[in-house]
Every structure is written in structure tokens, then in C-alpha cells.
């Protein structure tokens, strides 16, 4: 079940606040209603929305809602949890048979390991279960990588936008230079256009894109312990191999964290 992340909006607000904080050290509270500029926030907005509404079809755009909603929720995936399921499966099918699994299969949460556990018990050959099971793994990857261009393609053009805006302001100041009273709006305008378009992409879309990347394989990776699992339910494995077998992805993903955070120390 998917859970509310709370690390998303804490990052945005503290993101925020390190910015408005830097600005209210600088020259105090009142200062920082001068980074409010309508102008600048719809030449970026605005643009933005329009290269997007260019670039994806209706379909695509649909899915914004969506896409925001799942950088906003986390699924925690027990992999131990995942593997003992697997296990008394196995267990069962070794001393009823297959077809006793067929029973109580409705109990199991998770529509993935329902659909392998049936097509075993239907007497599927396992080349052909991890086929099919295969194909709906790569069709999610092609619906998250959706979602994901949605992001990446707003991270690019929100800064890009932002430049747009500065070389506008850019060409009003230059306008009307013979009038002083202009000159600071305009400015306003040129610079707070690229800070809006920076923001925007720096702190939200890029890094929303790069969360539903991790999340994206996150789910891959515990797709491919199902395949596996069902696999050795249907071919009649040893629980206790079985068991063994799978917990080499908990070893490999724990493998692979260790790792990380050996190259971080490294660096540091």
C-alpha cells in the first residue's frame, strides 16, 4: 500500500525557506516582497505550460495530475514478507499440488503475484510465464517513463523560460532608459524570470523526475523477485531452496546500498 512521503514537502519547504532565509539575513524581512513579480511568474508559468501542451499529446498531459501525486507517495516493499509468501506457497503446491494453490490465492494483495501464481496453476511452461510476466514489467517501465519525461522535459524548459523572461525585461529596460522610474521593474522582471525558472526546475521537476526514476526501479526490481518466485512455486522447487534463492536479491539490493555508501564515504 502507498504511503504519503513526507520527505517531498519537506524538501520544497525547506528549499524555500534556505532561500527566503538567505534573503532575510541579507536586508530583512521587507525585502523579500520585491521577489514577488507577477510578471515574471507568467511569462515563466506560461510558457512552460505552452512548450509542454507542444511537446505531449492529450493523453501525455493527462497524466500530470497522476504524475504529481506519485512524487508525493512512497511504497515501502518487504522484501523478507514478499519471500515468505513465496515460500508457503511452495510448500503448499509440494504437498497438495498446484492446483491447491487456486484456492486461496484471493487472500494475496498483490494483482502481479496473483496473475503468476494462476498461470502456473494453469499449467503454463515457465519460459512462457516470465514472458508474459516480462512483457507487463516492461509496459509499467513505458507508462512511469511517461510520467518521468513529463518532469524532465519541464525541468528544461522552466529555466529555459526563465531566460526568455530576462532577455524581455532586458529589452523593456533598454527601451526606456530615458526613464529611471522603469528601469528597476523591468530589472525586476529580467532577473526574477531566470530565479523563477531555476527554482522551479532545481527544486520541484528535476527532482521529482529523478524520485520517480528510483521509484520506477524499485518496483522492477521487486517484479523480478516475483518472476522468480513464481517460477520456482510452478516448477516444484524445495522451499528451503527456494527461500534461499530469493533472498540472494535482499543480499544483491543490501550489496548494493553498501556500495553507495562506500563510494559516498570515498569521495567525501
Known amino acids: 500500500m502507498k504511503k504519503f512521503d513526507i520527505l517531498t514537502p519537506v524538501g520544497v519547504v525547506v528549499g524555500i525557506t534556505a532561500l527566503l532565509f538567505a534573503v532575510f539575513t541579507n536586508e530583512g524581512l521587507g525585502m523579500v516582497v520585491f521577489f514577488i513579480q507577477i ?37 515501502n516493499h518487504d522484501l523478507k514478507s514478499l519471500i515468505d509468501t513465496f515460500v508457503d506457497l511452495s510448500t503448499k503446491a509440494r504437498r497438495e499440488g498446484l492446483l491447491a494453490l487456486e484456492a486461496g490465492i484471493e487472500e494475496v494483495e498483490d494483482p502481479f503475484i496473483r496473475k503468476g501464481v494462476m498461470l502456473a496453476v494453469d499449467g503454463i511452461e515457465p519460459d512462457i510465464i516470465k514472458d508474459i510476466m516480462m512483457a507487463e514489467v516492461v509496459a509499467m517501465e513505458e507508462r512511469h517513463k511517461k510520467g518521468q519525461a513529463l ?43 531566470t530565479l523563477y525558472g531555476s527554482v522551479l526546475a532545481n527544486l520541484l521537476f528535476i527532482p521529482m523526475a529523478s524520485k520517480l526514476e528510483i521509484r520506477t526501479e524499485e518496483e522492477v526490481f521487486v517484479k523480478q523477485v516475483v518472476i522468480e518466485g513464481v517460477i520456482g512455486v510452478q516448477s516444484g522447487q524445495n522451499p528451503k531452496i527456494l527461500e534461499e534463492k530469493l533472498s540472494a536479491f535482499i543480499r544483491q539490493e543490501n550489496r548494493g546500498n553498501d556500495e553507495e555508501a562506500e563510494e559516498f564515504t570515498n569521495e567525501a
Do not use: C
Open 151 to 193: 518532469m524532465q522535459k519541464a525541468g528544461e524548459y522552466a529555466p529555459a523560460w526563465g531566460m526568455i523572461g530576462t532577455l524581455i525585461g532586458l529589452v523593456l529596460m533598454l527601451q526606456n532608459l530615458d526613464d529611471p522610474e522603469t528601469l528597476g521593474p523591468n530589472m525586476a522582471v529580467a532577473l526574477l524570470t
Open 39 to 75: 510578471t515574471a511568474f507568467l511569462i515563466v508559468f506560461g510558457g512552460l505550460t505552452a512548450a509542454l501542451l507542444i511537446n505531449f499529446s492529450t493523453d501525455d498531459i493527462k497524466l500530470l495530475p497522476r504524475v504529481l501525486k506519485e512524487s508525493f507517495q512512497h511504497e
